[in-house]
């Protein structure tokens, strides 16, 4: 599943390509990704065209597209008149916001592209290039979010990120430390922080040198910053090299994919040497995905044992 860099990859790339220009026709292909539209397939094409998207932004794993305000401009033969940019950064202004899911992708494709197999949601943009949701496995979706350009009320339980300058890293340390469950489930609580996922818990754990099975009150503060401190690194260097790529699933807006799978010290290096001390890393379930971690580097509590 895209973490939060993957996520980070998608929103820049939708920055720099698919902003500015009028939506002139949207298609919906396949209905279960704007399932939680509560307009249905049609309400959400009709909330979207002779619109513009404004701008791109992100809290952890979601991204919305804020959205120029409504107006009577009208759409035929693919032209449509001027849609006025007064007003587009406005508090109360709308939005398209999407999750990827575990296979997600958002691609613009120029005039001309074919189409993808599991092309779910087409923008033609007035250009005559599309933005696309592509979703083989279609746990992801998008959805129409009035007023929600700012922050959509959808997602305004979720917590800020590592990589937010207003996330309360003193907060974040107290709060840890008062619960009693395991550190990585912590980790990926996305009401204590968001974005944080299973590739990255592990190689932010396996950094701070601690066994995912700790509980949180049993953290020194400094530890729990110190992780902190790793997750925010780790991502950081993730994002650098495009995200990680373990198939063509996660890709950014052009289809290129990330390349910090190459430089990954946990995750999916069971029974590899520990790059620390040597010691073959070790694989656990956990929440039916799975853990890596070294048995030498990260000692599990005697009760994990």
């Not at 923008?123 to 949701?133: A, C, N, P, T, W």
């Amino acid at each position: 599943m895209p973490e939060l860099p993957e996520v980070e990859v998608v929103r820049r790339g939708l920055e720099s390509h698919a902003l500015d220009r009028l939506i002139t026709r949207v298609d919906v292909l396949h209905e279960r990704p704007v399932r939680r539209d509560p307009a249905g397939a049609s309400g959400f094409a009709a909330s979207l065209i002779g619109r513009t998207f404004t701008a791109a932004r992100r809290r952890g794993k979601y991204l919305w597209l804020p959205l120029s305000p409504a107006s009577a401009a009208s759409v035929s033969a693919g032209a449509a008149e001027e849609v006025p940019e007064t007003g587009a950064d406005r508090v109360d202004a709308d939005a398209l916001l999407g999750h990827l899911g575990m296979s997600g992708q958002m691609l613009v494709q120029p005039v001309g592209a074919p189409d993808e197999k599991h092309l779910r949601v087409r923008f033609v943009l007035e250009d005559g290039s599309e933005l696309r949701f592509v979703d083989q496995r279609m746990f992801g979706g998008l959805s129409f979010s009035p007023g929600g350009a700012e922050l959509p009320d959808e997602i305004a339980h979720i917590a800020r990120d590592l990589l937010d300058p207003e996330f309360d890293r003193d907060e974040f340390v107290r709060r840890v430390r008062k619960r009693t469950s395991a550190i990585k489930r912590l980790l990926l609580d996305q009401n204590l922080v968001s974005g944080v996922g299973n590739i990255y818990a592990d190689e932010a754990l396996w950094r701070a040198g601690l066994h995912g099975e700790r509980p949180g009150e049993r953290l020194a503060a400094t530890q729990v910053r110190e992780l902190a401190a790793h997750a925010h690194d780790v991502m950081t260097e993730a994002l650098a090299q495009g995200g990680t790529s373990f198939d063509a699933l996660y890709v950014n807006v052009n289809g290129q994919s990330g390349y910090f799978e190459r430089s990954l010290n946990a995750y999916g290096r069971e029974d590899e040497p520990c790059r620390r001390c040597g010691t073959s890393m070790r694989r656990t379930s956990f929440m039916n995905r799975s853990s890596y971690f070294c048995p030498v580097c990260q000692k599990p509590p005697r009760t994990s044992r």
